[in-house]
């Protein structure tokens, strides 16, 4: 899977408010790498809480 594109599939799920741990196990890949994709997205979109990243998400789409 394109890093773009797990990028987009974590951040699908962090709007219907699953866990890191429940998005890993969904997309079969490590939470760590789940955590790694959640960090870069908060950091690509200037947010500093989970809660700001998935309002900006839900804005955007």
């Known amino acids: ?3 773009l594109i797990l990028s987009l599939e974590i951040a699908v799920r962090l709007q219907i408010r699953l ?3 429940a998005i890993a196990a969904e997309l079969g890949i ?3 790498t789940a955590k790694e994709h959640r ?3 908060m950091r690509r979109m200037h947010a500093k809480t989970i ?3 998935i309002s900006m998400c839900q804005a955007t789409a």
Request: charged fraction near 25%; proline fraction near 0%; aromatic fraction near 0%.
């Open 1 to 3: 899977m394109a890093l």
């Open 19 to 21: 866990r890191t741990k």
């Open 30 to 32: 490590a939470v760590k």
């Open 39 to 41: 960090a870069n997205l």
């Open 51 to 53: 809660v700001e990243l």
